[in-house]
C-alpha cells in the first residue's frame, strides 16, 4: 500500500521555508518559536525493509508486552513492570541504538515518517523509563541545552540521540523535522508525549506498508474519543489542546479543525457535528499514561 500524505492546510511545501511550528515546551510556555527547517532528502532505499524490520519485530515485542488497551479506549504503559527489567530495558536501548545507526535521509516518505514516529515513541518511553516514577512527563527536565531552564519543564530539549551526525532532541525529531517534512496532520496521531491526553502510542512499531491506512485508524480513534472531540449541550464543541496549539496543521482556524474533525469522525460524533461552526473550548490531561 502507497502512503498517501495528508497535506496540512494553508500552506505550500517548499524547501528551505522558514515556519513557525510551536513545540510542546513553547506551548507549555505559551509563545512559539521559529523553527528553519529544509526538507530532507527523500530516496528509495532498496534494502531499507531488510534494515528496519529486524530491530522493528523486537520493539513489537516489547509493546506487546507493556502497552495495554483499557476499556475506556486508552492505550497505558506498565512502566512499573518494565523498569524491573533490565533486560528489556536493554532491549529498548538496543532498538534505539540501532535505529541511530540507519540513514533516514535515504530513506523514501513512507519508510522515513515510520522511521521518526517509531524513534520518537523509543525515545520517549526512554526518557520516562529512566526518571520513572514520575506523575507527569512534564516533571522530567530539559538537560544541556545551554539556557536556563527553571522556567521549563519536559524532557523536549534534552539531546537524545544522534542521527547521520545531528544530535536530536525530541523538540527537533518532532517540529524540525517530522512536520515541516511529511505536512501531515496525522503526525499527531503517530507520536506520542506519554500522556493521558494524547494519542494513544500505538501498540506495535509503525510499518511503510501499513502506514498510511494506520494513520487514519490512529486518528479516527483520538477523534472519537472524548479526550479528541465531544460535543455537548447547545452543540458546544470542546477539543483536544492539540487542535488548538497545532491549529495550522489541521486547517484554518475553528472551520479547518471541525473539517478535520468531521472526516474522521464515526457515528455518533458525526452527527453531532452537523451544524456545529466552532469551538467552544479546549483540554488536555498531562497526567502520566501509566498502567
Not at 37 to 59: R, W
Not at 63 to 85: P, T
Not at 155 to 165: H, N
Not at 186 to 213: E, F, K, Q
Request: hydrophobic share 40%; glycine share 6%; with cysteine.
Amino acid at each position: 500500500m502507497s502512503f498517501a500524505l495528508r497535506p496540512m492546510c494553508g500552506a505550500r511545501v517548499e524547501r528551505n521555508d522558514a515556519m513557525r511550528l510551536p513545540s510542546r515546551r513553547d506551548i507549555l510556555l505559551g509563545g512559539a518559536v521559529t523553527v528553519a527547517s529544509q526538507l530532507m532528502p527523500v530516496v528509495a532505499m532498496s534494502a531499507a525493509g531488510d534494515d528496519l524490520d529486524a530491530p522493528s519485530a523486537d520493539y513489537d515485542s516489547l509493546l506487546s508486552r507493556y502497552v495495554v488497551n483499557g476499556r475506556d479506549g486508552i492505550a497505558r504503559v506498565r512502566y512499573a513492570a518494565w523498569v524491573k527489567s533490565e533486560r528489556d530495558l536493554e532491549r529498548l536501548d538496543a532498538f534505539i541504538a540501532a535505529q541511530s545507526r540507519l540513514r533516514p535521509s535515504a530513506l523514501d516518505q513512507a519508510a522515513a515518517f515510520a522511521y521518526w514516529a517509531n524513534l520518537y515513541n523509543a525515545l520517549t518511553l526512554r526518557v520516562v523509563l529512566k526518571s520513572y516514577p514520575v506523575r507527569s512527563i512534564k516533571h522530567i527536565k530539559s538537560t544541556g541545552t545551554g539556557f536556563d531552564l527553571k522556567a521549563f519543564s519536559g524532557p523536549w530539549r534534552t539531546k537524545l540521540v544522534e542521527i547521520e551526525g545531528v544530535p536530536k532532541s525530541l523538540d527537533e525529531i518532532e517540529h524540525g523535522t517530522m512536520r515541516p517534512t511529511f505536512r501531515d496532520p496525522r503526525v499527531h496521531y503517530a507520536v506520542n508525549c506519554a500522556s493521558i491526553g494524547c494519542p494513544n502510542l500505538h501498540a506495535r512499531a509503525w510499518r511503510a506498508p501499513t502506514l498510511d491506512a494506520d494513520l487514519d485508524a490512529a486518528a479516527r480513534a483520538y477523534v472519537n474519543h472524548p479526550r479528541g472531540a465531544s460535543v455537548g449541550r447547545n452543540r458546544s464543541l470542546r477539543v483536544s489542546s492539540l487542535y488548538k496549539w497545532y491549529r495550522e496543521d489541521f486547517g484554518s482556524g475553528d472551520a479547518g479543525v471541525i473539517r478535520h474533525l468531521r472526516r474522521y469522525a464515526s457515528e455518533p460524533l458525526a452527527a453531532q457535528l452537523e451544524g456545529v461552526t466552532r469551538v467552544a473550548g479546549n483540554s488536555y490531561d498531562w497526567s502520566l499514561n501509566d498502567a
